[in-house]
Structure formats: C-alpha cells, structure tokens
C-alpha cells in the first residue's frame, strides 16, 4: 500500500493523495509512504522516482546495516526501528522537497505516530521533508527507552528473590535477558554512529539543518548506551554470583563427601584385616571380638566425626 501526503505553501496537509496529483503546483513538499508495498508498487521505486538500483536492492532485502548513502539529487538513509523486540528496517529517500520511506511492516507505530502528529499540530521548520525525517528517526530513537525500561524490571526481579532461590529457570530468564540487550546493544550503537555521521558531516548538515535538535537524538542515543552497559554489567554480576554460589556449593558437598570417605577409610581397613579368613587370626576365636572390633570402630568414627567437625565446622548428617 502507498501513502501520499503534500503540503501546498501554507503547510496546509494534504492527505490520500495519488501519484498523479504531485504534479499540482500547489504541492511544496510530498511524503510518499510504502506501507507493506506489493512487487508492482516496489517497481515505482525504479519506473517512477528512477532511485539507483543499489539502493532498490537494499529496500528489497531488509537487514542492511544503518547508513546514509549520497546521490546526486537526493540521499538515502536506513534506519532500525524495533518492535515487540524485533528489528524493523525504515528505508528513507530524501530529496529536494519530498521524503520517500519504505518498509516491509505494515502500519509500523512510529510512521503512524508522525502522520498523527504532522495532521494535528503547526509543522515549526520550512524544510516540511527535513521535518518528518527529524519526527521518524525521533519517534525511532523514543521506541527503545521502553524496552530497556522493560528489562530494568526484569532485572529488578533478581533484587527480590535469594540466590539460594536461584533455579535453572531464572538463569535461563537471565541469559535470555542478554541475549536481548546484546540484540538492542547492536541495533544503537549502528544507529548511534549513524547519527555521529549526521551531525559531523559537513554536506549533510547543509542539507537538514536544525542541526540541535538531530544532537539531541545522538544525546539520547548515548544515553541509551550507557543504560545498555550498566543493565549488562548487571546481568554479568548476576551470573557471576550464581556460578560463585554453586561453586561453594559444589566445594561444600565435595567436603563433605571427602570427610565421609576418611572417616569410613580406617574402618574400611579394620573390616578388610579380619575378612582375610587366615586360620590363625586369635581374636577371631574370642567371645567379645565381634563386639570389640564395633565398638573400636564406632569409637574411631565417632573421634574424626568430632574432629573434621570442630577444625573445619563442616555440617555433616
């Protein structure tokens, strides 16, 4: 589906317009929306517009890095927005007087939330296709706080359970939360440099002017970093503590297995002496030996029980 919006010199909007009725004289400015487009509407890209085939080919196949190409008469951007925590991909024409985006999901929630905005308020720049770029790639940047808002709370649920409480689903939960903030960490830092590029290129700044207010997204974006790392450097300590504690938990059970074991070895020892069988083994003919023998080996157990706990106050059963 495509999307036409003008604006005649009054910045008065213009809506549901066709490509036909750019050609009005009225028209300053024009924002083509390709909403979910079909391959007939993808072909305006080339018959129409006649835009380079590189960057057709980078509209077509989504995932390409956040970059800023320069052409003769217009230049093209692509930007990553994320939804429901997957990477949306915001391709961007800008020319002379009009603005041309594309991408491949339909009624994408910062696209809707600058048309709502252009038709309801005074548009403050002259440059109306600058404008609704600054308004896309600042209603991009707003969309992250919220998800990295979301995983302070996940991560606020580590703060109110014991690590003794720790199971293998909360570390799961925990890698999970990684992997996502590696995922977001991806999509700004590509997006941060971009911006950096913006504002410090020369020829760029020609073009969009107003250069305080794409500082500010970069601003915001910096920020956002900073966030990333701290909620990472969180989870690493998280993960760090849970591998501390099963370690010392591990090391106290092996402890306790090992002072098991010396105790049982001189018992073990004493069994082994009179289970040889020899005929000539005297206390083997004794009344009192079976008795003795148990009560010399309950008494040396006992003993190293008594001593393994007070040396190493080891807990045993």
């Known amino acids: 589906m495509i999307e036409i919006i003008g604006f005649d010199s009054k910045k008065t909007i213009i809506e549901n317009l066709e490509l036909e009725d750019l050609k009005n004289k009225d028209i300053q400015y024009f924002w083509i929306d390709f909403n979910a487009p079909s391959e007939k509407e993808m072909a305006l890209l080339k018959n129409y517009f006649h835009f380079h085939h590189l960057t057709i080919e980078d509209c077509m196949y989504s995932f ?5 190409d320069f052409y003769e008469d217009y230049y093209f951007f692509i930007f990553h927005a ?3 925590s997957k990477v949306e991909e915001i391709d961007v024409y800008l020319g002379e007087n009009y603005i041309v985006t594309f991408h491949h999901k339909k009624d994408l929630e910062e696209i809707l939330s600058v048309r709502k905005e252009l038709t309801r308020g005074f548009i403050p720049w002259e440059k109306i296709n600058i404008y609704i770029a600054y308004l896309i790639l600042d209603k991009i940047v707003d969309q992250y706080f919220p ?6 709370d996940q991560l606020d649920f580590f703060d109110h359970i014991s690590y003794s409480h720790f199971s293998q689903n909360s570390i799961d939960k925990l890698y999970m939360i990684r992997a996502k903030l590696l995922k977001i960490r991806r999509t700004i830092t590509s997006m ?3 911006l950096y590029r913006m504002i410090n290129s020369n020829h760029i700044k020609t073009l969009l002017g107003n250069e305080e207010y794409f500082k500010d997204i970069y601003d915001h974006l910096l ?3 900073e966030l990333i790392e701290t909620q990472r450097e969180i989870t690493a300590e998280i993960q760090s503590t849970y591998m501390s504690l099963q370690s010392n938990r591990m090391n106290a059970i092996m402890t306790m297995l090992t002072i098991i074991t010396a105790i049982f070895i001189p018992l073990s020892f004493i069994t082994g002496i009179y289970g040889m069988n020899f005929v000539n083994m005297p206390e083997l003919k004794w009344k009192y030996g079976y008795f003795m023998i148990l009560g010399v080996m309950f008494v040396l ?3 190293m029980y008594i001593w393994f706990k007070k040396k190493l106050s080891v807990k045993l059963l």
């Open 64 to 68: 390409q890095r956040p970059k800023v």
């Open 82 to 84: 994320i939804s429901q």
């Open 147 to 152: 998800l990295l808002y979301e995983i302070e």
């Open 192 to 194: 941060a440099d971009l």
């Open 223 to 225: 920020k956002l970093t």
């Open 301 to 303: 157990g006992a003993g």
